[in-house]
């Protein structure tokens, strides 16, 4: 059916059409990174303008953050969105309370400061919001960005890494807009493509100059749903250097290289030779299998709303790259080996966990899908893992479509695909991993350097609506497998006045110990962190609470050795 006509319409609209150059985002780097969230609107169409949310100068998406492993950063949130949203670093091993998951919420207004010491191999990580049920949204309207980290093992190679001249950021998203213009976050008939927010298809083409030497591609699917099989035309090699957490052991010739959401890959191109020439990235999406979201779109059963995007089981152009005149100091060779990369053994692991992927039956192919039947609940903690474990995470696929399986904290290596390794591009660190109907994957992972009995870090479908609807869970990593012991002394160390509470209310810690390290937190009812400080003791802290609903709120607060919570009463 539409295939044809839809490639045939693609190429003659390409010859028809103004060219868009590819746009580079611009960067941020260095200890003190400060990213303002804003509303904004871009004509992607013509017609009425599409509402966004952008990030600094941005009206769309944001600036890459380039960051160095074992630099320290701060980061300045300031959501100026107009409706509660938190900031996710994906991909950095980072504590709970400064991952930004959904407990970590940033109200409007707000400025959040998490600061923090990159501990992360040289890679390709991103920046998207995570707000209980909002991530699909506020993402797919525009909070994203890339984060390029460095590192020494990295610096050594003969690799290209000059940023926007031989090292190219792209970030791959396809929209659904509703009838005037608007962003279908949810949108399964997604056809209109962006490359680093650009609009990419139909009427315009990307066009990328790529000087004729070795090129790094950085591709970073930032979309809602859409697989991408990523290959170039006339099935011209590459050669994949680095997975979401780091680069491979040595680079793997390839000519195709399926990324879902949340995934990222390093490619590198050579060019070598070929000035004037030119080439297409392209997704081949007919090779895609049905119940991979982007191949053949599966015959619907009863009940099951159209998913027919047009670019489904379809191959289409990404990106036209020019080949023009070679830069000075030219890479023009590919390394024949990267960084060692030492998988954790099946023989280490303290645990294994099964997961598996849900349904409430088996012809759903929309949603709403669970692990091991549940979804997603905010108030409950579905595994405590004591710090330092390395488990074994099995996860098995019961629904008829993939899902792309992502876990916060720390890095994983696949150990195999129904019992198979995995191909030669994922035995890197990971931190996605797609499951296809009926398959189960097992990968390996260990918890290391960050404990929080409180906050909890997420795991979940990396298909933003599946996220949404609740394919999540939560777990808290404690160096103590018992916790910290709740309210043992110090059972009146503070006091909450007045409460109940209108507008100021004090906490006063003058009952601790002097000096000690203190944090204080509220709680909503549903475990929203609603207030966060950190203090010493002695103090007296007014908070103003003409922000907070009316309800019960929980106080928290926590030192070294206790942990202590009393209520409040908001009026
Ligand atoms: Cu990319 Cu939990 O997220
Ligand atoms: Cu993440
Ligand atoms: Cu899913």
């Known amino acids: 059916m539409k295939p044809i006509f839809i490639v045939t319409f693609i190429l003659t609209a390409m010859s028809l059409f103004a060219q868009t150059p590819l746009y580079v985002p611009d960067t941020l780097s260095g200890t003190n990174i400060s990213l303002v969230l804003h509303k904004d609107s871009v004509a992607f169409v013509s017609g009425k303008k599409t509402n966004t949310f952008g990030v600094n100068a941005h009206r769309y998406l944001g600036p890459t953050l380039i960051l160095r492993n074992g630099s320290p950063v701060t980061m300045s949130v300031n959501n100026q ?322 899902h792309p399986f992502h876990l916060h904290d720390v890095p994983f290596y696949i150990l195999d695909r129904d019992g198979n390794l995995p191909p030669q591009f994922e035995r890197g660190k990971k931190d996605v991993v797609l499951v296809y109907p009926n398959e189960t994957v097992r990968f390996i992972t260990k918890f290391t350097d960050f404990a929080d009995t409180v906050i909890p870090y997420m795991f979940h479908c990396h298909v933003l609506m599946h996220e949404d609807d609740g394919m999540m869970g939560q777990f808290v990593v404690s160096s103590a497998v018992t916790g910290i012991p709740q309210d043992t002394e110090n059972k009146n160390a503070f006091s909450i006045y007045p409460n109940p509470a209108t507008g100021l209310v004090t906490v006063s810690l003058q009952d601790f110990k002097k000096d000690e390290a203190t944090t204080l937190s509220i709680y909503n009812t549903l475990g929203d962190l609603v207030y966060s400080e950190n203090t010493i003791s002695n103090a007296k802290m007014p908070i103003s609470t003409s922000n907070y609903t009316q309800g019960i709120y929980t106080v928290q607060v926590k030192t070294k050795n206790t942990l202590l919570t009393k209520k409040l009463i908001i009026q």
Not at 173 to 180: A, C, I, L, P
Not at 315 to 333: K, M
């Open 81 to 402: 969105m107009n409706d509660t949203t938190t900031m996710h670093w994906h991909g950095l091993h980072v504590a709970p309370s400064n991952d930004g998951g959904p407990h970590t919420t940033i109200l409007p207004g707000a400025i959040w400061s998490p600061g923090f010491t990159i501990m992360n191999d040289a890679a390709t990580y991103w920046y998207h919001p995570h707000f209980m049920g909002k991530t699909a949204m506020h993402t797919m309207k525009g909070i994203a960005g890339m984060i390029i980290v460095r590192d020494a093992a990295e610096a050594a190679l003969t690799l290209p890494r000059k940023y926007g001249v031989d090292d190219f950021p792209l970030i791959i998203q396809t929209q659904q807009f509703d009838s005037v213009n608007q962003v279908m976050h949810r949108g399964m008939e997604d056809s209109l493509l962006l490359v680093n927010g650009v609009r990419a298809n139909y009427s315009n083409t990307v066009v990328a100059s790529f000087p004729a030497q070795v090129v790094r591609l950085r591709l970073l699917n930032a979309g809602g749903e859409r697989n991408y099989n990523f290959g170039l035309s006339a099935n011209t090699s590459f050669s994949v250097i680095g997975s979401d957490g780091g680069l491979l052991q040595q680079p793997v010739a390839a000519t195709r290289i399926r990324l879902s959401p949340g995934e990222r890959a390093e490619i590198l191109v050579n060019l070598s030779g070929m000035n004037g020439q030119t080439l297409y990235l392209m997704s081949y999406g007919s090779e895609l299998p049905m119940g991979v979201q982007g191949g053949p779109t599966m015959p619907m059963g009863p009940g099951n709303p159209s998913m027919d995007s047009p670019l489904n089981g379809t191959d289409f152009n990404v990106l036209q790259i020019n080949v023009g005149l070679q830069t000075s100091n030219p890479v023009t060779t590919i390394p024949s080996t990267l960084v060692p990369v030492n998988p954790y053994l099946p023989s280490q692991a303290n645990a294994t966990r099964t997961i598996r992927f849900t349904a409430a039956n088996a012809t759903i192919m929309d949603g709403p899908f669970f692990f091991n039947d549940s979804t997603f609940d905010m108030m409950r903690i579905d595994y405590r893992i004591p710090l330092n474990h390395t488990e074994i995470w099995e996860l098995t696929n019961q629904t008829m479509v993939a």
